[in-house]
């Protein structure tokens, strides 16, 4: 069994900056990568970004291409959200998610990810 653990998040101001870490516990590692996703009040949820294992391969929804960087650690099971300038529009609970490597890829898609990290809360104030 996976167990991912997220941490980093808090409040900041719009234009500030956050990093988010993902660490996996337990892992049997198969998959392919980590994602990112995120929720808003009374919205569905999100992807974010997400990276492949195997070559640091990272894929982001468009509004945050530029600002949002994702990253790993192989040594440590650990993927990084790097979020800088940041808005209120940015507010939501971000949770990380890994996959068991059953089916390709397909990192947009939230049915895809088999472990999900509890979330962590991002609040931007303007």
């Known amino acids: 069994q996976v167990q991912l653990v997220e941490s980093g998040g808090g409040l900041v101001q719009a234009g500030g900056s956050l990093r988010l870490s993902c660490t996996a516990s337990?892992?049997?590692?198969?998959?392919?990568?980590m994602g990112w996703f995120r929720q808003a009040p009374g919205k569905e949820r999100e992807f974010v970004a997400a990276?492949?294992?195997?070559?640091?391969?990272?894929y982001y929804r468009g509004s945050v291409k530029g600002r949002f960087t994702i990253s790993k650690d192989d040594a440590k099971n650990t993927d990084y959200l790097q979020m800088n300038s940041l808005s209120p529009e940015d507010t939501a609970v971000y949770y990380c998610?890994?996959?068991?490597?059953?089916?390709?890829?397909?990192?947009?898609?939230?049915?895809?990810?088999?472990?999900w990290g509890q979330g962590t809360q991002v609040t931007v104030s303007s």
């Open positions: 998610a890994a996959d068991r490597g059953m089916s390709g890829p397909r990192w947009y898609d939230q049915e895809w990810y088999d472990y």
């Open positions: 337990g892992r049997a590692f198969g998959g392919y990568g």
């Open positions: 990276i492949r294992w195997s070559d640091g391969s990272t």
